[in-house]
């Protein structure tokens, strides 16, 4: 077990390696969820309308 500081002194422990493909795919996944447009394209009228 590995235990890293940084230098506010706050620990880490390593508790576990992936293997290079599990990090590429966990990783594309995680950057997919943020290149997500959140915006509905029927959103503006929504709004002009109105509270419901």
Known sequence: MYV???IDG???EWIADL??????WATNMLGAS?????LD?????RI?????
């Open 4 to 6: 890293f500081e940084d």
């Open 10 to 12: 706050k620990r880490f």
């Open 19 to 24: 293997k290079d493909l599990t990090a590429q």
């Open 34 to 38: 943020f290149n997500r447009v959140g």
């Open 41 to 45: 394209r029927f959103e503006w009228l």
């Open 48 to 52: 002009k309308e109105g509270p419901a």
